[in-house]
């Protein structure tokens, strides 16, 4: 059974950083894709970033250059590292999952079956 459990979340002042983790089990890297999204609750859910096996990352035009996303294979955990961060960024923040080729769907949310509960990120002005 797959399992995604994200965590460091937390309040910052803007222009500070976080970083989130999402611990993976029962689901093997290799040929699939990880996605960090977020969602505010009165919005859709957006897409942030995604990275595949081999490492080719993709990024919402809203977060390149101040977000970084990363896996860790051995230790079967997905990081997002958040800097400059603004107050739009305040959201719930979940990792997804899928196998196969996303495509232009790479960033879109129904593309991927496995979810973790969320983190929540607050940042203030």
């Known amino acids: 059974q797959v399992q995604l459990v994200e965590s460091g979340g937390g309040s910052v002042q803007a222009g500070g950083s976080l970083r989130l983790s999402c611990a993976v089990s029962g689901y093997t890297y290799m040929g699939n894709y990880m996605a960090w999204f977020r969602q505010d609750p009165e919005k859709e859910r957006e897409g942030v970033a995604t990275i595949n096996s081999v490492g080719s990352t993709r990024y919402a035009d809203s977060v390149k250059g101040r977000f970084t996303i990363s896996q860790d294979n051995a230790k079967n955990t997905l990081y997002l590292q958040m800097n400059s961060l603004k107050p739009e960024d305040t959201d719930m923040y979940y990792c997804?999952?899928?196998?196969?080729?996303?495509?232009?769907?790479?960033?879109?949310?129904?593309?991927?079956?496995?979810w973790g509960q969320g983190t929540q990120v607050t940042v203030s002005s």
């Open positions: 997804a999952a899928n196998s196969g080729y996303c495509g232009t769907w790479c960033l879109l949310p129904g593309w991927y079956k496995y």
